[in-house]
């Protein structure tokens, strides 16, 4: 069992920037892939970015890219996804997920799942 808790959301205004924590506890995660996912109110949870801790390669959704950054903290268990540029589209609850192995994208692929993080962009 893998445990995942979040922290790092916030009220933030449009142009600003969050950075969100997720630890990990419970088993050594070094062989896992750790994404983030978000789901905003009355859509589909959806993709946002994933690193594979071992090799660090890490992928993006469009929405993402060149704004959010992912990346980890092997003493600390950690991951983090710092983002900036925000706009009011990406106001959503930010899930931090695991698997074992490969980077994936879609949201069947994790078994592993924190409670959540909001993040309010305000216009």
């Known amino acids: 069992q893998v445990q995942l808790v979040e922290s790092g959301g916030g009220l933030v205004q449009a142009g600003g920037s969050l950075r969100l924590s997720c630890a990990a506890s419970?088993?050594?995660?070094?062989?896992?892939?750790m994404a983030w996912f978000r789901q905003a109110p009355g859509k589909e949870r959806e993709f946002v970015a994933v690193?594979?801790?071992?090799?660090?390669?890490?992928s993006y959704a469009d929405s993402a890219k060149g704004r959010f950054t992912i990346s980890g903290d092997n003493a600390k268990s950690t991951v983090y996804l710092q983002m900036s540029s925000l706009k009011p589209e990406d106001t959503a609850i930010y899930y931090c997920?695991?698997?074992?192995?490969?980077?994936?994208?879609?949201?069947?692929?994790?078994?592993?799942w924190g409670q959540g993080t909001q993040v309010t962009v305000s216009s």
């Open positions: 997920a695991a698997r074992v192995g490969l980077s994936k994208w879609s949201v069947r692929d994790y078994a592993y």
């Open positions: 419970g088993r050594t995660i070094s062989s896992y892939a």
């Open positions: 690193m594979k801790w071992s090799g660090g390669t890490t």
